[in-house]
């Protein structure tokens, strides 16, 4: 089905053909929902292509850099996004990016627990568990909230997060909003950098419903917004995880070309595609990819 040549990662080898369309995969949902396309590359290297890890997590991330620049482009170039919020970000965001990778360093040399019949490395079980619980929660709000129209004045100013008054605050005029928190936007950072290095996942998944329900971004101007913050975090993880040895550049690149053509494609249609449309067909996919990570983990406890 795909061409012969093999990329040897590990002692893995990877059909270049496959790899070349998980990359086509990944850059168009990136530009297409404003995300970095971790959550589903750095799974799918771990369960289809059964690359390691902790190679996974550093290679989604190194890629990804390609990927959220050329939707930040695009986005950019439709008008779409709140820089005031990406630099607010940005100090908790690169910072929470170190931690999650000694974490992730630190499990990876924890050893394996037994479960069932088999066992299990404890940084596969703890990663893959994370990526469930957050994708699970990230798709039900999509899901949820997807029945009714999100768009208008009203909505944005009754966001939870947008109403908390911790000092200092600033004013969001992309969105239209004054007086939000600014310290609550650099904790938001904070922890989706955490994730980031711990998971090879840009954050996007988690900050999109952040930004949509917690602020009351409009969907476009939320994917706007993320893609900055996933870029930013893909650099820092970059370059956290390749000081341990966690990327592997063949791999990186190969993804990254295809993905980084596609990503201009999927920022084009979030432009022409109703909001209510974008969410479910979020939630779907975030679906389909905590389903091939929970057969992967029934699978090797069996």
Same mark, same amino acid.
């Given at each position: 089905?795909?061409?012969l040549?093999?990329?040897?990662?590990?002692?893995?080898?990877?059909p270049?053909?496959?790899?070349v369309?998980?990359?086509?995969?990944? %850059?168009?949902?990136?530009?297409?929902?404003?995300?970095?396309?971790?959550?589903?590359?750095?799974?799918?290297?771990?369960?289809?292509?059964?690359?390691?890890?902790?190679?996974?997590?550093?290679?989604?991330?190194?890629?990804?850099?390609?990927?959220?620049?050329? +939707?930040?482009l695009?986005?950019?170039?439709?008008?779409?996004?709140?820089?005031?919020?990406?630099?607010?970000?940005?100090?908790?965001?690169?910072?929470?990016?170190?931690?999650?990778?000694?974490?992730?360093?630190?499990?990876a040399?924890?050893?394996?627990?037994?479960?069932?019949?088999?066992?299990?490395?404890?940084?596969?079980?703890?990663?893959?568990?994370?990526?469930v619980?957050?994708?699970?929660?990230?798709?039900?709000?999509?899901?949820?909230?997807?029945?009714?129209?999100?768009?208008?004045?009203?909505?944005?100013?009754?966001?939870p997060?947008?109403?908390?008054?911790?000092?200092?605050?600033?004013?969001?005029?992309?969105?239209?909003?004054?007086?939000?928190? +600014?310290?609550?936007?650099?904790?938001?950072?904070?922890?989706?950098?955490?994730?980031? %290095? &711990?998971?090879?996942?840009?954050?996007?998944?988690?900050?999109?419903?952040? &930004?949509?329900?917690?602020? %009351?971004?409009?969907?476009?101007?939320?994917? %706007?917004?993320?893609?900055?913050?996933?870029?930013?975090?893909?650099?820092?993880?970059?370059?956290?995880? +390749?000081?341990?040895?966690?990327?592997?550049?063949? &791999?990186?690149?190969?993804?990254?070309?295809?993905?980084? &053509?596609?990503?201009q494609?999927?920022?084009? +249609?979030?432009?022409?595609l109703?909001?209510?449309?974008?969410?479910?067909?979020?939630?779907?996919?975030?679906?389909?990819?905590?389903?091939?990570?929970?057969?992967?983990?029934?699978?090797q406890?069996?």
């Amino acid at each position: 089905m795909f061409p012969l040549v093999a990329i040897d990662v590990a002692g893995h080898q990877l059909p270049a053909g496959g790899v070349v369309l998980l990359g086509l995969a990944v %850059g168009y949902v990136a530009g297409l929902f404003g995300v970095g396309g971790g959550f589903l590359l750095t799974p799918l290297l771990s369960v289809v292509f059964r690359v390691p890890l902790e190679i996974a997590v550093g290679t989604g991330l190194c890629q990804m850099v390609g990927t959220s620049v050329s +939707a930040l482009l695009r986005h950019r170039q439709l008008g779409q996004g709140e820089v005031r919020f990406d630099v607010l970000m940005l100090a908790g965001s690169l910072l929470g990016v170190e931690a999650g990778a000694e974490v992730l360093d630190a499990l990876a040399g924890a050893g394996t627990v037994r479960i069932g019949g088999g066992e299990l490395p404890l940084v596969r079980l703890i990663v893959q568990l994370s990526y469930v619980v957050l994708l699970l929660a990230a798709a039900g709000v999509f899901w949820r909230e997807g029945r009714g129209p999100y768009e208008d004045l009203d909505y944005v100013r009754s966001a939870p997060l947008a109403r908390l008054r911790l000092p200092p605050l600033t004013d969001l005029p992309a969105v239209p909003l004054r007086d939000v928190s +600014a310290s609550v936007i650099a904790y938001v950072g904070l922890a989706l950098g955490f994730t980031s %290095g &711990l998971l090879g996942i840009g954050g996007g998944v988690a900050l999109m419903p952040i &930004l949509i329900y917690g602020f %009351g971004f409009p969907i476009r101007e939320a994917a %706007g917004t993320g893609i900055v913050a996933i870029c930013a975090t893909a650099v820092t993880g970059t370059i956290a995880h +390749a000081l341990r040895g966690n990327v592997h550049l063949l &791999l990186a690149m190969v993804l990254l070309v295809p993905a980084s &053509l596609s990503a201009q494609l999927g920022a084009l +249609a979030s432009h022409r595609l109703p909001a209510r449309t974008l969410r479910r067909s979020f939630a779907l996919l975030l679906v389909a990819t905590v389903s091939a990570i929970a057969w992967d983990l029934a699978r090797q406890v069996r």
